[in-house]
């Protein structure tokens, strides 16, 4: 039961951080209203375990969302995903001031193995958002920066 516990404990965490970084209309609004996209994409990631060296597999769906107000750009990433006895939380968000066809954002990655906490590991990504012309991401590209055994 500890380890259910520990899961909704974490579970609750992420999704109240990616909430968290869901940019605010009002807070953001210069001049006109901004315009807000929302987009989810059915994802897979495989890994080597830095804990074991087993490799990782999960599927699940990244939710990235823009907001632009005239030039200026918010970025969050959430992704949940579950396979292999491992849950999978990424979260991340980044502000840019211009507008381009692609963003990069920094994540924070937890792979939790409730089965053997040890087998637990977290690491650092750069995600790279690609948006199309009304600034709505169309894909992303995940590229590891660092990656340890633990959480």
């Known amino acids: ?16 951080l990616a909430v968290a970084f869901v940019p605010t209309a009002g807070a953001m ?5 901004p315009v807000t996209h929302v987009v989810r994409f059915a994802t897979s990631d495989s890994i080597a375990s830095p804990c074991d060296g087993s490799t990782v597999t999960t599927r699940g769906h990244d939710v990235v969302t823009t ?8 970025v969050t990433v959430a992704n949940i995903q579950s396979a292999d006895g491992y849950e999978f939380v990424e ?20 792979w939790i193995d409730f089965a053997d906490l040890a087998k637990s590991f977290h690491a650092s990504f750069t995600e790279v958002v ?5 600034n709505a991401a169309t894909g992303a590209t995940d590229y590891l920066n660092s990656i340890a055994c633990g959480f």
Do not use: C, W
């Not at 609004?29 to 209203?33: D, E, K, N, Y």
């Not at 690609?130 to 009304?134: E, G, H, I, K, R």
């Open 1 to 16: 039961m500890k380890a259910l516990e520990r899961f909704a404990v974490l579970f609750a965490t992420a999704v109240g």
């Open 29 to 33: 609004t210069v001049g006109s209203g």
């Open 67 to 74: 907001t632009t107000i005239r030039q200026h750009t918010a």
């Open 91 to 110: 979260v991340g968000r980044a502000r840019f001031d211009s507008v381009s066809s692609s963003y990069s954002v920094p994540t924070n990655v937890l």
């Open 130 to 134: 690609y948006v199309n012309s009304q």
